[in-house]
């Protein structure tokens, strides 16, 4: 009988080594309905960048961690918010950039659990 280590999905007290997969964040971008130009608004980050992180991946850490906890949020807001909603699919993308960031802010109002 052989055991299966338990993994466990890295939180803020045990944060993950590993440089996030780009790929995913822009199939998220994807599932969101938003066009690159409003994702980086959202990472808080560069066109520029996103382009080369796409291409050719995260190589700092730093960098990696700040993105990993910006996607953390997102992934938040399409849980709980069961995003996209219908109000997302009719909604232009200024309008869903600004449906998300109002979203964004509710989730930071918050408690942590």
């Known amino acids: ?3 299966q280590a338990e993994t466990v999905a890295p939180t803020q007290e045990q944060p993950d ?3 996030l997969d780009f790929a995913k964040v ?3 971008r994807k599932h969101m309905l938003l066009t690159v130009e409003s994702m980086v608004v959202l990472l808080g980050t560069s066109r520029v960048s996103y382009y ?3 291409k050719h991946g995260i190589k700092r850490k730093k960098t990696s961690e700040q993105i990993r906890k910006a996607v ?3 992934v938040a807001v399409v849980a ?3 995003w996209p909603n219908e109000a997302a699919y009719v909604a232009n993308q200024k309008q ?3 449906m998300l960031q109002e979203m964004i802010k509710e989730l930071d109002k918050e408690p942590s659990e």
């Open 72 to 74: 953390r949020t997102l």
């Open 52 to 54: 080369n992180w796409l």
């Open 96 to 98: 869903r950039l600004e």
């Open 17 to 19: 080594n590993k440089l």
């Open 80 to 82: 709980k918010s069961n």
């Open 26 to 28: 822009d199939a998220l």
């Open 1 to 3: 009988m052989t055991e």
